[in-house]
């Protein structure tokens, strides 16, 4: 039975790797916890490397998974929901908590035989999987799902882009960004038309930005200018993103006395661009 109140729901997206989607929807959900006290979950369907579990200190018990998010994107999915007297058992034990809030599917090895599979189903089907997974499976648990989708257009991130509708594009500073964003645009615009879905830009901004190199100034300032409806805070470069990551927590993990100043600002921003992204959405 589907759910009385579907959660908001977004994804971050980039056809690119390096740029700080993980990060993000790592920040931007323990955020939308702390600050906005909402039930969120994070799925990771990035890949095998489970970043997000590693980023919440948690990569080695995500490891051990006995009922993996790949399951969701196959026709058994479908006996389990319906043979199993408490599929809510079933989803308890993919979920894993984390020490800052939101809680986390991690991302499991048949990510890549699930894409795979997927490309012998019918269009029409192919890629609603996790849209239902959500909508009738997560029932009233949580008020915001955040999934964190591969740097390419597969058949799992298609089901992901299905699924949030709304789109998080973090960017990297550099000559060829703004072309990756207008690339990112024409790709949902022609997805849109040609699967009849909705798929938004809900939120664009600048990461990793050294504010002493011109090109960053530069970049930030063309994407004010592109897009001012959709544009987040800018995340200044800080060794402190990868000081937490290596310790397994994010930027809110670590005490007042022990952040960098750089890891401030940068935590700052992304508490705005959760607000900016919950407001976009919310609409």
């Known amino acids: ?50 970043d997000l579990a590693t980023q919440f200190g948690l990569g080695e018990v995500a490891g051990d998974v006995d009922a993996p998010i790949s399951a969701v994107f196959g026709s058994d999915w479908d006996f389990i929901r319906e043979n199993v007297p408490d599929i809510s058992n079933v989803v308890e034990r993919m979920v894993f908590e984390t020490a800052e809030g939101p809680d986390l599917i991690p991302a499991d090895p048949g990510l890549g035989g699930a894409d795979n599979n ?25 008020d915001l799902v955040l999934m964190d989708l591969p740097g390419k257009e597969d058949n799992i991130a298609l089901n992901g882009l299905f699924a949030a509708e709304n789109v998080i594009a973090p960017l990297k500073p550099g000559a060829f960004e703004e072309n990756q964003l207008q690339k990112l645009e024409a790709t949902l615009a022609e997805i849109n038309d040609d699967l009849g879905v909705d798929l938004r830009l809900a939120l664009v ?17 063309e994407l004010e200018q592109s897009h001012p409806e959709l544009l987040g805070q ?26 960098l100043a750089s890891a401030d600002r940068a935590l700052d921003a992304y508490r705005e661009n959760a607000d900016r992204l919950l407001t976009n959405i919310s609409n």
């Open 1 to 50: 039975m589907a759910n009385k109140n579907r959660p908001l729901t977004a994804a971050t997206y980039v056809e690119k790797g390096g740029v700080g989607k993980t990060t993000t929807a790592a920040h931007v959900a323990v955020a939308a916890c702390q600050d906005h006290g909402l039930d969120t979950l994070l799925i990771d369907l990035a890949g095998t490397q489970n």
């Open 234 to 259: 800018p995340i200044p470069a800080t060794a402190g993103v990868g000081n937490g990551q290596d310790a397994g927590h994010t930027l809110f993990g670590f005490d007042d006395d022990d952040r």
């Open 205 to 221: 901004f600048a990461t990793m930005v050294d504010g002493r190199v011109s090109l960053h100034d530069e970049f930030v300032d």
């Open 118 to 142: 997927l490309a012998n189903v019918v269009v029409e089907q192919r890629y609603e999987f996790l849209r239902s997974f959500i909508d009738e499976d997560l029932g009233d648990r949580y």
